[in-house]
C-alpha cells in the first residue's frame, strides 16, 4: 500500500540495541529518496531496571515522501521488544489509536510467572484498546543463528521493517556493514545474516506492506544529528579548540570532535569541570584564535562567571548551550528552550552577547561557522542554542560545498601601530583593535576589572560608563547589519505565529496545515 508517510519506533530495555536499530532504519529511508526525522527515545537513568515501564530506550523514526522538518504526531507502528516499555510510550500518548504493534512474545513463556501474567494482561488490554497487537518470536528466530539474541534482535527487526516499508534489502545489508564497519569481518557477516533472516521472516509472517513514495534529491546529502553538525561546523569554521566537560545532550557533539579533530589539526581538551573548560577556551582565544566550549544548561550556569570574564576583557568566544529539561540536573534526556533569558541576561552585571538559536539540523552546520565570524569581527562572545530535539535528531541536508572564507583569518603578528590602544572604542561601533600575545608594542594589563582605554584598571564611573557603552554600542552595530526574518505564508491574515529554534519544522508544517484548511496563517 502507497503511504504519505509513517512514523515507526522501536523500543527495548537499554543495551538491546533498538536506537542503532533506528537509526539505521533512518538512513536506509535517507538513502532510498525519502525524507525523515529520527527522535532518540531515551530513558532519564543511565541504566534503568530491565522490563521499567520508565525505562523505553529506542528511536522513532518519522519517514516522509517529500522532505521532513520535526518527529511528527503519534507513532503508527511499534516494535516492542518487551510490554513494559511498550506501556511506557502508550501511556505517554505516543501511538496512534489502531496502531499496529509488533511485540516479542517470548515473555508470554518465561519462567517467571508473574512476569507471563504481566505479559498477557498487557496484551489483552492493548487489543481491547483497539491496539493491532502481531506477537512475534524475535528471540526464538535469533537464536538459530547467535547465542545471544540480546546483541543481534536488531538488526533481526532492522531487517523486518525494510521489508514492511519495501526498502532494497542491498542498502539494509551496505548499512549494517557501515554501522559495524570498525568491528571485525565476522561480526559484520553475522549482522548481516541476522538482518536477512529478518527480512525473509517479515516476508513470510507479516501480511502488511507499505512504500513511501521517495523524492530523490538531485543534490548529494549528508545524513547526521544536530550534535554532529554543530561538531562539523566548528571544523568547517577553522575554530582550532574546543573545551569540554561531558553533560547530557551535548557530549556527543564533542565525541565526534575527538574521533576527527586531529586530523584537521584541532584539539579536544576534556577540562576537569565545566568552569575550567569556558577558562581553557577563553585563554585559547585570548591567544589568537577564537576556541568553543560546549555545553548544556546545567554547565552554562556554572561557565557565566567566566562568560562575564571574556566580556569584559572583550576577548571572542563562542559557547554552545545543548538545552535540555531544568531547572538543577532536571529532564537530562527531555527537550526544553528554557534557558534564552539565562544566555541573553543570565551574568551579574552588563554583559552583552551575541545569541542565536539553530533552527535545523542544517542550521546547526552554518550557525557554527557565523558564531565564529561574529565573535571574532566583534571581539563578543556569542552563545549559540541548541536543544535535545535537534541533538539527537536525524535528517538529511545538502553536503555543504566547503569555502575558504568560512575559516579564521591568520593571526595578526604585525606590530601594534605606535599610539594605538588595546581597547581604543570607536565612538560609533565600539569596536577596537585586538591585541594578541605575541604582537611587538601590544604589551598591556589584561584584567577582569573595569578598565579605561589602555587597559589600566579604574573605578571611576565615568571610565566605566564608557567601557560598558563601548560594549553595547557592538550590539547595535551587529543589529544594523541583520536582515530581518521572512514571513513564512503571506504577508498579511488573520494569525502570524511567532517561534524561535527547533520549533521551526512544527511551526511551519503546521502552518502549512491550516492554509490547505483555508486559514489565513503564517509565521515568523
Known amino acids: 500500500r502507497s503511504i504519505p508517510e509513517h512514523i515507526v519506533e522501536v523500543i527495548s530495555d537499554s543495551g538491546e540495541g533498538a536506537q542503532r536499530c533506528g537509526q539505521s532504519l533512518g538512513a536506509i529511508a535517507a538513502r532510498s529518496g525519502n525524507g525523515i526525522w529520527t527522535v532518540e527515545i531515551i530513558p532519564a537513568e543511565i541504566q534503568p531496571p530491565a522490563r521499567s515501564v520508565a525505562g523505553a530506550s529506542g528511536n522513532r523514526i518519522r519517514i516522509g515522501s517529500q522532505r521532513v522538518t520535526n518527529g511528527g504526531d503519534e507513532t503508527d507502528l511499534a516494535v516492542a521488544f518487551n510490554e513494559q516499555v ?35 494482561e498487557t496484551v489483552e488490554s492493548l487489543k481491547s484498546a483497539g491496539f493491532r497487537v502481531y506477537e512475534c518470536a524475535f528471540e526464538k528466530e535469533c537464536r538459530a543463528l547467535v547465542s545471544d539474541p540480546r546483541k543481534g534482535k536488531n538488526m533481526f527487526v532492522l531487517g523486518v521493517l525494510c521489508s514492511i516499508y519495501s526498502f532494497d534489502p542491498k542498502l539494509g545489508r551496505e548499512q549494517v556493514r557501515l554501522t559495524f564497519g570498525k568491528k571485525e569481518a565476522k561480526v559484520v557477516e553475522v549482522n548481516q545474516g541476522l538482518f536477512d533472516a529478518g527480512y525473509a521472516w517479515a516476508e513470510k509472517n507479516l501480511d502488511f506492506r ?14 547526521v ?3 554532529t553538525a554543530l561538531a562539523l561546523g566548528v571544523l568547517a569554521s577553522g575554530m582550532d579548540i574546543c573545551a569540554m566537560y561531558p553533560i547530557t545532550p551535548a557530549t556527543s557533539a564533542s565525541h565526534y570532535l575527538s ?17 575550567a573548560a569556558c577558562a581553557f577556551a577563553i585563554g585559547s582565544s585570548y591567544a589568537g584564535k577564537v576556541a568553543v566550549t560546549i555545553t548544556s544548561g546545567p554547565g552554562y550556569s556554572l561557565k557565566q562567571e567566566g562568560i562575564g570574564l571574556a566580556v569584559m576583557a572583550e576577548i571572542p568566544l563562542v559557547v554552545v548551550n545543548v538545552q535540555r529539561g531544568g531547572p538543577s540536573t532536571g529532564q537530562p534526556t527531555k527537550a526544553e528552550q528554557s534557558d534564552l533569558f539565562t544566555a541573553m541576561f543570565g551574568s551579574h552585571g552588563d554583559a552583552p552577547k551575541v545569541v542565536m538559536a539553530t533552527s535545523s539540523i ?24 541548541s536543544d535535545a530535539s535537534l541533538a539527537t535528531a536525524q535528517q538529511p541536508f545538502p553536503r555543504p560545498q566547503f569555502s575558504e572564507d568560512w575559516l579564521a583569518p591568520p593571526i595578526d603578528q604585525n606590530p601594534v601601530p605606535e599610539g594605538a590602544k588595546p581597547y581604543d572604542w570607536d565612538p560609533i561601533t565600539g569596536l577596537s583593535r585586538r591585541f594578541a600575545p605575541g604582537q611587538p608594542g601590544g604589551m598591556h594589563t589584561l584584567t577582569g576589572l573595569a578598565h579605561d582605554r589602555s587597559s589600566r584598571v579604574a573605578y571611576d564611573p565615568e571610565i566605566n560608563e564608557q567601557g ?13 547589519m541583520l536582515a530581518p526574518p521572512k514571513v513564512y505564508g503571506d504577508e498579511d491574515g488573520d494569525l502570524l505565529v511567532v517561534g524561535w529554534g527547533s520549533t521551526q519544522g512544527a511551526i511551519e508544517e503546521s502552518v502549512d496545515r491550516l492554509r490547505a484548511e483555508g486559514h489565513r496563517v503564517s509565521s515568523l
Request: one cysteine or more; proline letters at 4%; aromatic letters at 6%.
Open 86 to 120: 511498550l506501556l511506557g510510550r502508550v501511556k505517554a500518548g505516543e501511538l496512534k489509536p489502531g496502531a499496529q504493534i509488533l511485540l516479542e512474545s517470548m515473555w508470554r513463556e518465561h519462567r517467571d510467572p508473574k512476569i507471563v501474567a504481566s505479559y498477557r
Open 210 to 223: 507499505y512504500r513511501i513514495p521517495a523524492t530523490r534529491s538531485t543534490e548529494p546529502q549528508i545524513v
Open 225 to 227: 544529528n544536530g550534535n
Open 259 to 275: 574521533d576527527v579533530f586531529e586530523r584537521a589539526g584541532g584539539i579536544v581538551h576534556q577540562a576537569e569541570d565545566e568552569i
Open 362 to 385: 542544517e542550521d546547526c552546520f552554518y550557525s557554527m561557522i557565523t558564531a565564529r565570524r561574529i565573535a571574532e569581527t566583534f571581539n563578543m562572545v556569542v552563545v549559540v542554542l
Open 468 to 480: 560598558m557603552h563601548a560594549r553595547s554600542l557592538k550590539l547595535a552595530a551587529l543589529q544594523r
